[in-house]
C-alpha cells in the first residue's frame, strides 16, 4: 500500500486537488502496478510562508 504526501501551496480549487489524487493515484498504479484502491495520497496545504525559492518566501516574493 503506497502513502504518497505532496505538498501544494495554499490556493488550489478543490477540483484541481481532486485532480492531484487522481492523477497521482493513477501514476503509482502505472509505475509500480498497484492496485488504485491501495494507493493512498495525503496532499499537505501550505501557506505560502511555508515555502521559499532562493531564499526568499513566495509570500514576501509575490508581495
Known sequence: MPIISTNLV???SN?????VIHEV?????RAVGTPRET?????????R???GV???SKKKSEV
Not at 15 to 19: Q, Y
Open 10 to 12: 495554499e490556493g488550489r
Open 49 to 51: 510562508q511555508h515555502y
Open 39 to 47: 494507493n493512498r495520497i495525503i496532499l499537505n496545504d501550505m501557506g
Open 54 to 56: 532562493g531564499g526568499i
Open 15 to 19: 477540483e484541481e486537488k481532486e485532480r
Open 25 to 29: 493515484t493513477l501514476a503509482c498504479h
